[in-house]
DNA sequence: GTAGGGTTAG
């Protein structure tokens, strides 16, 4: 940016410059995308008298393109310019004009320049503004048509109009069509250029397919930070979180320099481990690096420690920062709600209408959440109403969905249906999933029946679903219904989705399935297990049997309860820390009724904190109560 | 000395 700067002082100490000079000055501002400079020197050199040449336009036009200039009254102006300084033949004004009007949507305007082009002027450049004009317009299936019809015609492909068409097929999700593409750049025997390989990249990155980005990736001898972007945030979308980590590690490592999307990408995939030793690292790491102060880094932040059980730290966070923004505040919210923090979230919110920040959807979401993870019952549904009255803003099905949740769980299965007969949307799959799940805690068989139908309509695959109204009978004794559930899931080859825990040690995360006899201290896991059971006995706990699925006898049901997973990881975690250290389980489903009374009698035995995170929202353990206050 | 492309998004 020095170097503009240089040029500028020098250019305005020439008295009257040439076309050559001024088109010099801009070519500088367009290169490194100061678009309001180029325009404001376009209108000084028509000032001083100087008329525009055919180099000067196609700047102008990126400018306009790029900068504020996208608006309709700009783009008015645009022939007229051209026309006035009689460039309406020239090559690289014309094919300018069509990348401007496709850049801003005028496809519409940009076929009309198009369709005037004479044969040579016609080039791949031409093309590939068209093309990507639909890409980038929200329309992948036209930007396709138009390329097939681009090779029937004797335009060849170069690598810029590949790298515009590959982003089609990550928004059209169809890798295999993106792979022809790949095939291509190969027989063509085409130089695989760092854009395009990025391209390339990301494009099997975003689709999932991870190895094959990573070959790619590591084709490149000096990558790029785009490069490692699409690599990392292609591995934290797809479940790879700890790569994602890892490579980002690996990046630091080798003295590469992360951007702030970089960093952003690597605390999504720490939020998604829920390790609090890797959300302190890279906590550490952002506090000593240029992004400590940047807005949206911060927002990630607070949803990563949220994440990890730190809503503490979080709030720590989002008190540093000094311009809060909606989307800020929104964050923090949702961090209590996560947590069954309600009245802190309730508080929040007040004060961000004291900051004269308005609130958003997303808001609404946290708040709802956060009075429904603490039974506020009346409060949510004023939140609710107050949303479109008071703010304007239209509920979507999560704020639906959360509304029913709230009703339901609390008890008012009437509330909750009338809710929904009342909705002016067709209820979504969420909304009657909520209703079902409370269903079976209120033991309500028709409405649940109803409510179960309704979701398989929706979505006849989702195991959860059968899984919850299996249950539901149940807890109701009726034995030949849930057989019933049973077969219409392997019918359809569905199987219960493989409840798991993990538990941090030392930073490293280990994970225990049902009856898991796999660790290498599996023994002693087991033998302590025995011992926490013989003591919850001693203090009368008696299992809840209701939420074992099978009809079996009652001992067999109790012998499966013990053995559920996050017994597991607890009795591990409490042979290998010291006395009084906290235990931060993560498990991939809703906590078992059962599961939470042992744990909450447990936390008071071993005089422990137990952290759990289910698949919902966290539940801490402390003497022997829960924060959800039971309620979850 | 001029025209087309790419990472991300609470």
Redesign the pocket.
């Known amino acids: 940016m020095g170097e503009i700067g240089y040029a500028r002082n020098v250019f305005d100490q020439i008295t009257e410059p040439n076309?050559?000079l001024?088109?010099?000055i801009i070519?500088g501002y367009?290169k490194h995308s100061l678009f309001g400079e180029v325009l404001e020197m376009y209108s000084e050199m028509q000032g001083n008298g100087v008329s525009p040449?055919?180099?000067?336009?196609?700047?102008v036009?990126?400018a306009w393109?790029g900068g504020g200039g996208s608006s309709v009254k700009m783009g008015f102006g645009v022939h007229g310019h051209v026309f006035r300084n009689g460039f309406e033949s020239?090559?690289?004004?014309q094919?300018?004009i069509v990348?401007f009007y496709?850049?801003c949507g005028r496809l519409d305007k940009a076929w009309i320049v198009f369709d005037r082009l004479d044969d040579r002027?016609r080039?791949?450049?031409?093309?590939?503004?068209i093309v990507?004009?639909y890409?980038?317009n929200g329309q992948p299936l036209e930007a396709l048509r138009i390329f097939s019809q681009m090779r029937h015609s004797d335009v060849k492909?170069?690598?810029?109009?590949l790298?515009?068409i590959?982003?089609t097929y990550?928004d059209i999700n169809d890798i295999e069509q993106g792979k022809s593409i790949h095939g291509i750049v190969i027989k063509t025997g085409l130089e695989l250029?760092?854009?395009?390989l990025?391209?390339l990249t990301?494009m099997y990155?975003?689709c999932g397919e991870v190895l094959v980005a990573r070959l790619l990736f590591d084709q490149m001898d000096i990558p790029?930070?785009?490069?490692w972007?699409?690599m990392i945030?292609?591995y934290?979308?797809n479940g790879h979180a700890d790569e994602a980590v890892a490579l980002f590690r690996k990046m630091i490592g080798v003295n590469a320099r992360p951007?702030s999307?970089t960093v952003?990408?690597c605390i999504?995939a720490c939020a998604q481990l829920g390790s609090v030793e890797l959300a302190r690292w890279m906590d550490d790491y952002i506090s000593r690096s240029d992004y400590r102060n940047d807005?949206?880094v911060?927002?990630?932040l607070i949803?990563m420690h949220a994440k990890c059980g730190n809503v503490d730290f979080a709030r720590r966070i989002f008190d540093h920062v000094s311009n809060k923004?909606?989307?800020?505040w929104?964050?923090m919210i949702?961090g209590y709600g996560l947590h069954g923090r309600g009245r802190e979230a309730i508080d929040l919110f007040n004060s961000m209408k004291c900051a004269r920040v308005e609130p958003n959807d997303?808001t609404f979401i946290g708040l709802l959440l956060a009075c429904n993870h603490s039974g506020l019952v009346e409060e949510g549904c004023n939140y609710f109403q107050s949303m479109k009255r008071d703010h304007g803003i239209e509920p979507r099905h999560q704020h639906y969905a959360c509304v029913v949740d709230l009703l339901s769980r609390a008890g008012f299965l009437d509330r909750a249906y009338e809710f929904i007969m009342e909705m002016p949307i067709e209820p979504g799959i969420t909304v009657w999933g909520a209703l079902l799940s409370a269903c079976k805690i209120c033991r309500n068989v028709s409405l649940g029946e109803y409510a179960a139908e309704r979701a398989f309509s929706l979505d006849p695959f989702n195991a959860g679903h059968y899984i919850q109204l299996s249950n539901l009978y149940a807890s109701v004794g009726k034995w030949n219904n849930v057989k019933k559930v049973r077969k219409m899931m392997s019918d359809k080859g569905l199987s219960k989705d493989l409840g798991y825990t993990s538990i941090e040690i030392n930073g490293k995360l280990q994970a225990f399935c049902v009856g898991d006899k796999s660790h290498p201290r599996s023994k002693e896991i087991f033998a302590e297990l025995e011992k926490l059971e013989r003591r919850l006995k001693d203090t009368g706990f008696t299992p809840n049997t209701e939420s074992v699925l099978h009809d079996v006898q009652n001992e067999d049901k109790e012998e499966s309860l013990c053995n559920h997973s996050e017994r597991l990881a607890i009795a591990f975690g409490l042979i290998c820390t010291t006395p009084g250290t906290p235990l931060r389980i993560t498990k991939n489903l809703r906590a078992c009724v059962n599961c939470h009374a042992a744990t909450k009698l447990i936390s008071k035995l071993v005089e422990r904190e137990i952290i759990v995170r289910d698949a919902n929202r966290f539940h801490h353990f402390k003497d022997g109560v829960c924060s959800c206050g039971d309620y979850w």
């Open positions: 076309v050559y001024w088109n010099a070519r367009c040449d055919g180099f000067t336009l196609p700047y036009l990126k393109s020239d090559v690289f004004v094919n300018s990348a496709a850049k002027s080039t791949i450049v031409s093309w590939t503004s990507s004009g890409a980038q492909p170069d690598w810029i109009a790298v515009s590959l982003r990550t250029e760092p854009d395009l990025i391209a990301s990155a975003k790029n930070v785009i490069l972007n699409a945030s292609g934290a979308k951007d999307i952003r990408s999504i807005v949206f911060n927002t990630a949803d923004d909606v989307v800020l929104s964050a949702v997303v």
